[in-house]
Structures are given as structure tokens and as C-alpha cells.
């Protein structure tokens, strides 16, 4: 195991520089010395900034990118929400649609399981020639003016001063309001608590400076997550450079904070 | 399933079922009973009097009964006192708490006044437990000078009165919980809280009727044939304000053809078009249009007229019944993908279930009859000026 | 005593006015102590939702105990995926900084299909420049490799190249970019 070991080493470096310029997730940004074996040696962060302060509940601003043209439908973001959260089967915090487009304009959408096992084989239900096809991920929109905010009777689900939309287990009644409030249907109601849930944007982890779980597995860079208040953030450099940017039905008039890079007009 | 028919997968699930179509359906017949009070009480339309306190008593009988199809429905029945505690400033549900105490409460206070003099005279013929009951109930004073009646007299008059906008806002806010859905395009119109309060007065209205026509057959009693009559002139009214402004959203919105238009015109000609067209619009609404101008502007005997007001009166009840049916599943069965419609299966043994609706429907009745042992339903009955 | 005319009315307004005081009292009492921290909602939740269990963890953390690994799949193409899609959450394998349970290795059949996951050119919507594809059997065939082969048995699963730019400086082809 010589020559080409230090062939692949040297090649290593290079590979890594030409890789990471893409959009990847920054936990292997950070590869700190392991110690051999044996104890957790804390994870790095992966959101500079957050970790050794007191949390600033009144002046974050975070912001969720997802990258159209890079997403594979892999299903590796729907599997790892279901995992973090214990999701149950038939509901999604999270999932991927598939888009296909025929010559005449016509588009089919499908969500198979939302896309938990991936696209294992194509469309069997259609007989037409597919001119174009792409995949959309979906989430929480995080919007700034939350219409399941403003419908819960209880005050169960609400916005927090640093911006994201949760939802108080221990308040929600089950009357299932800001699950038809939803345009972008994010919530259902969970069978096993009987309370209203959605994705947070895994509030949990970024408050200790971890990406989202699925931005976290994302292996091509389709979903993006940062600080707005790290100018040095690849989020904060999309928002402010010449990228079109959109977001889902906009004259709902929620202003999302979740953007889509790429996203084409078909989705709705 | 059609390929082309394509669901969010948070949207196969109809969170809003049965116990949802039965709330604004009590709630409503229990507006279109209250009307009828008021318009007795309140504008002294006197060819209502003898149903006058019959529809107080069935009013505060649905009433009680109410909140039952919400609570099933909660996830979290246990917690249902949130809404009261905390109640959120910019929720339509918040209201509800606090509406329906007003409510019940006014309700209640008016049946009180209304019938103190039949229940001083009970109280002092009874014995036990109910004389307890009715001391309670006429809070302790037998005072039924002159005086004291004409004040029971006015102050029915002011409740009954402020019983309208309470009345209203009942059932308006329902109207306006779904009308404020921006989400779900069948939902969020202006038109919405009109659209329900005017069926509301209807199914209430018809209910009366029915109630009235049916009840005094069984007792093999006469009916007021004037009282049934001025009833079906303001059903008719109600009636044809509910159908125009029902019509009136589906016309405007198809002439409009804006951008989620065909998300609905897609429902209602697709998995609605039997429950909404053929039944809702047809049987249930063209057909009455014509029963009722029948039945106002013309002449008829009144055994027929009796049959056909009993009658008009079941389809009625039908249409509004149906109204909430495709309102609020109809509207659930739209995906917001736009693209889809998913579908509704109604259990017989679940928590929101047939059974429970049957169970739900059959409660107000067993109410009115144990509330008619106490306050009699009838002029006749008891024997005191109203 | 006899009653006044309006006695009953009196009570009434009485029983009201206690009734209402009586559901005053109770909101107060009932209200959440948070409630009205950050705004019309229960502050305590904030912090209840930030202190949920983490299941998974980064990369990093599960390459600082298996360095052997960590070389190999940093290497390759693969050093984007994350460990735990393929094996599972990391609060599934360690606990209180210890070792409790095992994280399922992928055999056989089961490599197949997770691979296809990614690489199935049949799913017409991968993006070439993104990641590269293939159709399933025809790949097996063009490479001259028995249809019944599974994708590990050429490609080193952490670094899918690895084996197959070794075989090919090994035969002397050079590859065409």
C-alpha cells in the first residue's frame, strides 16, 4: 500500500478544494484530530457563531435555500427527519416531490411515501415521452407572517422573536385550525400525541450550532441553511448576489423565509 | 387513481370530518330558532305567539348540546379551557369560548324570565327535590304583582334584543372562521359568515316548522295554520337570500377564472358534483324555491298547505345539512397542490364517526323533552299569558 | 319575607357578576407563568423545543472514532453522504458517551437498492452534472459483469472509485475527463 496511497493523498487535497466549492453541507468542513478510539469528542459546529455565546433571542435571522437544480431525489432528507423525530408513517415533516413534464406542457407530480424511499423506479402510470423532470423538496416555510400562527386558538403555535414558527406540545388542543390554515400544507396532526406538528427547521440543533438534520445529510448541496448575520454564510451570499431566488405562493402574502434556487413554474 | 391527480402528502387526511358539519349545523338551527323568538318578542310579529316559547326552549335544547361534535373532534378535548384562558387575539376559534357562554347564558336567562310565572306556580305545588329545582329556577321569589311582570317584560324584550347580534356573531363567526382560510380557495370569501348566518335562520326556521307540524300530529293537537304561514314567509325570505349568495360565490368566482378557480370549479364538477349540483342545488334548492313560492303566493287548503310546509321544510333542513357537508369536507378534498383531490371515507366506529353523529343529533331532542317537562313547550299547556 | 318585584332580577345580576369574577379568577390562576413572555404564547416552549433530544450527529462525530473509515470515505466521492443515512442515527449507537447498541451494515441485495437510490438514470430527473447515473442492468452488462453482481462487489461503498481507479492504473487505462 505505497505509491498510490501518497498518489491519493495528494490528490485528496485537490479533490476536497474542488468539491467543497460546491454547495455541501459544512460538517465535513471541519474535520478536527481525532483521538483514537472510545469517547464523543463533542461535535464541531457546523453554524459559526452560535456555540460560547448567550442566544441572542432577538436578533437572529436565519434562512433556509433549497437548490432545485441540485436535488436527486435520494429521499436521504425525508429519512433522517423521520429518524430525529420519530415521525409517524403516512405524515412528513418534510418530503420530495417529482415533476415530469410531456411535449404538450402537461405535468405530472407524484410523492410516492414523500419520497422517504427515494425514486426507486419511474413512473409506471404514465405513457407519454418525458421532456423534462426535476425535484422539489418541501418543508416548513418558516414564513414571516404565519397564517397558522394567526389561526390557533390557543396560542399553541407561534412565531419566536429569533423567527421560527413552533409549536407548544404541552398547549396545542388537536383542533387541527393551522393545518388548514397552511398553504404550503407543512402540518398535520400527529396520531400518536393528537397535537398539531410540523418541521421547525430542527430549532433543537441549531440552537448548538448544528445544521438542520436534513441539510445535514443533503450529499449534493440541494438544501442550504445559515446565518444571515454571518456575511461569510453561503446563504447570506446567495440572498445578496444576482440569484433568482423565489418562494412558494407568494400572493398568500406569508413571506417565507424559505427560498427556492432554480425553482421552475410549475410548482406550486 | 388518475395519474394526473396528484395530493400533498399532508393532504390525504380530511382532518376536518363529521363532528365540523354538525357544529354549524346546531349552532345554526339554533339561530333560525332564536329569529322566530325575536321576531316575536323583540318586533311583535303576534301570528308567532304560539310558537314563541317553543322556540326558546328548542333554542336553548341545541344549544346546550352545542359544544359536544367539538369536543369529540379535539385531539386534546382535556385541554379545551385553553381557548378560554388563553384565547388568541386573531382567531375566529378563540371566540368561541366566550360567544357560546354569552350565549347560553342569555339564552337561558330569557327561558328564565319567559316562563318565571308558570314556574312560581309549580314551585308552589310541588314537593321535594323539584320544589328545590324550582326555587332555584325562579331564584327564590314568588313575586308575580303587576310590576314585577311588566319588568320581566321589558328586560325580555332588551335581552332578546341583544340576543340578536349575540345570536349572529354565534353563528357568524363560524362563517368567518372558514371564510378567513386564505389557504383553502373555497373557503376564504367575505361572503362566507353571510352565506352561513342566512342558512343558519334557514335550517332553524325549518326546523321549527317541521318540529311544530310533527309534534302536534303525534298529539293529535291543531296547528296554528297563521302561525305556519307567516313562518314559511320568512323562511322563504331567509331562504332566498341564502340560495343568491350561495350561487352568487360559485357564479362570481367562475366568471372571475382566477388563479385557483379551477382548483374548485374542478371539485365541485368532479368528486362534488352529485353532493353539490344534483343534490344541494336541484333537489334541495330549486325545487323548494318553487315549493315556496307555491306555498306563499297562492291560495291552498290547508291540509295541503300543512303537508307541503312540513315537507319544504325537511328539504330545507337537507340543503343547509348538505351546505355544511360540501363546505367543509368538499373543501377539505382540494389539495392545496392544486392538483389533486383526495377522499373522504366515513367510519361508523370512529371518535368522529356515523355512530357518534347519530349519537350527537339524537342528544338536543332527549334535552328538549326532559326541558319540556319543566318549561311546557306550549301556550295551552300551563296556562299563563305569554 | 315576600319578595320585592325585581328581587329575582337582583339575583340574577348577582349570580352574574360572581360568575363572571368566579372565570376572572380562573384565567389568572390558570394562565401559564410564562404566558406573555415573548408574546401571546407560552415562553417556556421555546426553550422545551430547543432541549429535544439530538439523534443525529455529523459526520465528524462518527469519523473521530472510526478513523479506519474516516480515510476511505474522506477520500472518495462518497465524503458527501452522511454516515448515518446508510447506518443509522448516531443516538442509536451511543449513548452517554458510550457504546450501546450497533448500527446495521448494508449487505447484499439491500447495497443494491440503496445505490439505486442516487444512481438510477431511470429516474430521469438526477442532474448530470450533479451526480453521475446509471441504468441498471445495462451498466453490469456495458462493464462486462455478471447481471447477479451487486454494486459493492466493485465498488468500495465509502469510496466508490477507489477500487475501480486502482483496477484501471493497474490494466494502464487512462481516463478521459
Known amino acids: 500500500m505505497g505509491e498510490p496511497d501518497m498518489k491519493l493523498d495528494k490528490e485528496r487535497r485537490a479533490f476536497i478544494k474542488k468539491v467543497l466549492n460546491g454547495a455541501i453541507a459544512g460538517s465535513l468542513l471541519l474535520v478536527i484530530p481525532m483521538p ?44 433522517a427527519d423521520r429518524r430525529e423525530f420519530n415521525v409517524p408513517d403516512g ?20 410523492s410516492p411515501n414523500g419520497g422517504f424511499d427515494g425514486y426507486q423506479a419511474p413512473r409506471t402510470d404514465i405513457n407519454v415521452e418525458v421532456r423534462d423532470t426535476f425535484f422539489v423538496p418541501k418543508l416548513c416555510n418558516m414564513c414571516k407572517e404565519p397564517p397558522c400562527v394567526q389561526v390557533c386558538p390557543v396560542g399553541a403555535t407561534f412565531k419566536t422573536p429569533d423567527g421560527f414558527v413552533l409549536v407548544d406540545r404541552k398547549r396545542c388542543v388537536g383542533c387541527a385550525y393551522c393545518i388548514q390554515a397552511c398553504p404550503y400544507s407543512a402540518r398535520f396532526l400527529d396520531p400518536v400525541t393528537r397535537t398539531a406538528e410540523k418541521c421547525t427547521w430542527c430549532y433543537h440543533r441549531v440552537r448548538k450550532g448544528l445544521l438542520p438534520v436534513c441539510v445535514n445529510v443533503c450529499p449534493t448541496g440541494a438544501r442550504k441553511f445559515g446565518d444571515l448575520n454571518d456575511k461569510n454564510s453561503e446563504v447570506y451570499k446567495l440572498l445578496h448576489e444576482h440569484e433568482v431566488l423565489t418562494v412558494l405562493k407568494k400572493d398568500m402574502g406569508t413571506y417565507p423565509a424559505l427560498y427556492y434556487k432554480g425553482l421552475r413554474r410549475e410548482v406550486v | 387513481m388518475d395519474a394526473l391527480n396528484y395530493v400533498f402528502p399532508n393532504d390525504l387526511h380530511v382532518h376536518w370530518s363529521m363532528m365540523i358539519v354538525l357544529y354549524p349545523y346546531l349552532t345554526g338551527l339554533v339561530d333560525g330558532s332564536f329569529i322566530v323568538a325575536a321576531l316575536y318578542y323583540v318586533f311583535g310579529v303576534k301570528s308567532l305567539k304560539p310558537i314563541s316559547r317553543f322556540s326558546l326552549v328548542f333554542a336553548l335544547a341545541f344549544l346546550s348540546c352545542a359544544m359536544f361534535p367539538l369536543l369529540m373532534h379535539l385531539g386534546r378535548p382535556e385541554r379545551n379551557h385553553n381557548m378560554m384562558i388563553t384565547p388568541s387575539p386573531t382567531s375566529a376559534m378563540s371566540g368561541a369560548g366566550y360567544i357560546y357562554t354569552v350565549a347560553i347564558v342569555l339564552i337561558a336567562l330569557i327561558v328564565l324570565l319567559v316562563y318565571r310565572p308558570v314556574l312560581v306556580k309549580r314551585r308552589q305545588e310541588s314537593k321535594g327535590i323539584l320544589k328545590v329545582l324550582y326555587r332555584v329556577l325562579t331564584m327564590d321569589s314568588t313575586n308575580l304583582s303587576p310590576e314585577s311582570l311588566e319588568l320581566d317584560r321589558k328586560i325580555i324584550k332588551f335581552l332578546v334584543a341583544i340576543g340578536i ?127 315556496l313560492g307555491w306555498l306563499c303566493l297562492f291560495p291552498t287548503k290547508e291540509t295541503v ?25 368538499g373543501g377539505q378534498l382540494m389539495s392545496k397542490s392544486t392538483r389533486g383531490y383526495t377522499q373522504f371515507h366515513p367510519e361508523w366506529f370512529d371518535k368522529e364517526g356515523i355512530l357518534t353523529v347519530m349519537v350527537l343529533v339524537s342528544l338536543p331532542f332527549i334535552v328538549l323533552f326532559i326541558l319540556s317537562r319543566i318549561f311546557p313547550l306550549w301556550l295551552d299547556e300551563g296556562n299563563v299569558s305569554a | 319575607m315576600p319578595s320585592r318585584y325585581n328581587s329575582h332580577i337582583k339575583r340574577i345580576i348577582l349570580g352574574l357578576v360572581v360568575f ?67 447506518h443509522g442515527p448516531y443516538a442509536d449507537h451511543v449513548k452517554d458517551g458510550k457504546v450501546y447498541g450497533k448500527l446495521p451494515v448494508k449487505k447484499k441485495e439491500e447495497i443494491k437498492v440503496l445505490c439505486l437510490r442516487c444512481h438510477n438514470k431511470a429516474i430521469q430527473a438526477r442532474p448530470g452534472e450533479v451526480i453521475k447515473t446509471v441504468v441498471m442492468p445495462e451498466h453490469l452488462e456495458t462493464q462486462k459483469v455478471k447481471v447477479s453482481h451487486t454494486c459493492d462487489q466493485c465498488h468500495h461503498v465509502h469510496a466508490p472509485l477507489k477500487y475501480i481507479n486502482r483496477a484501471k492504473q493497474i490494466v494502464g487505462i487512462k481516463e478521459k475527463n
Open chain 1, 36 to 79: 483514537a478510539g472510545g469517547g464523543d469528542p463533542g461535535v464541531p459546529e457546523q453554524i459559526p457563531g452560535i456555540r460560547g455565546k448567550k442566544w441572542d433571542m432577538f436578533h437572529q435571522r436565519f434562512a433556509f435555500i433549497v437548490d432545485i437544480t441540485r436535488c436527486i431525489g435520494c429521499g436521504s432528507c425525508c429519512v
Open chain 1, 91 to 110: 405524515y412528513y415533516r418534510t418530503w420530495v416531490e417529482r415533476y415530469l413534464k410531456d411535449f404538450d406542457d402537461q405535468v405530472y407530480v407524484d
Open chain 2, 165 to 291: 347580534p349575540v345570536a349572529t356573531i354565534l353563528h357568524g363567526y363560524v362563517g368567518f372562521l372558514f371564510g378567513g382560510v386564505k389557504a383553502n380557495p373555497s373557503w376564504s370569501t367575505p361572503l362566507m359568515p353571510v352565506i352561513f348566518l342566512f342558512s343558519a335562520c334557514v335550517s332553524g326556521i325549518s326546523a321549527l316548522v317541521l318540529a311544530y307540524i310533527v309534534i302536534k300530529k303525534i298529539r293529535k293537537q291543531p296547528v296554528d295554520t297563521a302561525c305556519v304561514r307567516t313562518c314559511i314567509n320568512i323562511l322563504a325570505g331567509f331562504f332566498i337570500l341564502a340560495f343568491s349568495f350561495e350561487m352568487l360565490e360559485v357564479f362570481s368566482h367562475s366568471y372571475l377564472r382566477t388563479w385557483y378557480h379551477h382548483s374548485v370549479e374542478g371539485l365541485l364538477n368532479g368528486p362534488l358534483f352529485y353532493s353539490f349540483w344534483v343534490w344541494q342545488v336541484g333537489i334541495c334548492s330549486v325545487l323548494p324555491v318553487f315549493l
Open chain 2, 305 to 329: 298547505f300543512k303537508f307541503f310546509a312540513a315537507a319544504v321544510s325537511f328539504i330545507l333542513l337537507l340543503q343547509v345539512l348538505l351546505m355544511r357537508w360540501n363546505v367543509v369536507i
Open chain 3, 20 to 86: 363572571a369574577a368566579l372565570g376572572f379568577a380562573a384565567k389568572l390562576v390558570l394562565t401559564p407563568k410564562s404566558f406573555g413572555k415573548y408574546g401571546p404564547y407560552r415562553g417556556d416552549a421555546i426553550d422545551e423545543e430547543a432541549a429535544l433530544e439530538i439523534r443525529h450527529k455529523t459526520n465528524a462525530s462518527c469519523l473521530s472514532c472510526h478513523p479506519y473509515e474516516a480515510k476511505i470515505h474522506l477520500a472518495g466521492l462518497h465524503k458527501t453522504i452522511s454516515c448515518e443515512f446508510c
